[in-house]
């Protein structure tokens, strides 16, 4: 079985056309990924190191949600203005892009998860998460990294309260840089995969 995602990227001009879209190969799923998925297929705990550099330990019933709300810039899909060459080991982006309309801000819609979809012919099936960013800095923005961060906590554990912990689990480099006019608004997609 393949586990792939795809990038898709969309930029709509304040008139409502759209002036860029491309679809790219998703190379970075981070470690972090990896240790959350361990954590619930074994159930055993693991270590993971979350946005903010902490470490803390992931448990069996972690959820990977990325469902997040509007105008908060914690989880689901980040964007920012790094330019350095994802690694295996990250755990937040290079330069993140906070929410807001003032300069080098744009504002985060709600994040939308939708799938699984299955196809039986091609023998393959997948997710989609979604999130729109809205320029009202009063100047272009360029985006040049993109990822996509979960959350877990809000429960108790053996009669401890479990804080809020963000993780990233992919990160990407753009190929090009993509500029943002005032106005304008870019659409994000990661599409996760699996194939036989």
């Known amino acids: 079985m393949n586990v792939k995602a795809y990038l898709k990227i969309k930029v709509i001009?304040?008139?409502?056309k759209c002036i860029y879209y491309r679809r790219y190969r998703s190379r970075s799923f981070v470690i972090n990924f990896l240790n959350a998925l361990f954590a619930n297929l074994s159930g055993q705990s693991i270590t993971i190191i979350n946005?903010?550099?902490s470490s803390?330990?992931?448990?069996?019933i972690d959820s990977i949600i990325a469902a997040d709300t509007a105008n908060d810039n914690n989880f689901g899909i980040q964007i920012g203005t790094g330019t350095t060459a994802p690694s295996i080991t990250d755990t937040r982006l290079s330069q993140l892009i906070t929410n807001g309309?003032?300069?080098g801000q744009m504002q985060y819609s709600a994040v939308s998860v939708t799938g699984p979809v299955t196809n039986t012919t091609n023998n393959t099936g997948y997710i989609t998460i979604t999130r729109t960013f809205t320029n009202?800095?009063?100047a272009s923005i360029t985006v040049s990294e993109v990822g996509l961060v979960a959350f877990s906590g809000n429960y108790f554990i053996s009669g401890?309260?479990?804080s809020n912990q963000y993780f990233l689990i992919i990160h990407d480099l753009l190929p090009t840089p993509i500029t943002v006019p005032n106005g304008?608004?870019?659409s994000i997609s990661y599409e996760i995969q699996v194939a036989t």
Request: proline residues 4%; without cysteine; hydrophobic residues 10%.
């Open 160 to 162: 401890n309260y479990k």
């Open 51 to 53: 946005t903010s550099g």
């Open 136 to 138: 009202n800095s009063g």
């Open 56 to 60: 803390y330990s992931a448990q069996p």
């Open 13 to 16: 001009n304040e008139k409502g």
């Open 184 to 186: 304008s608004s870019l």
């Open 101 to 103: 309309t003032g300069v």
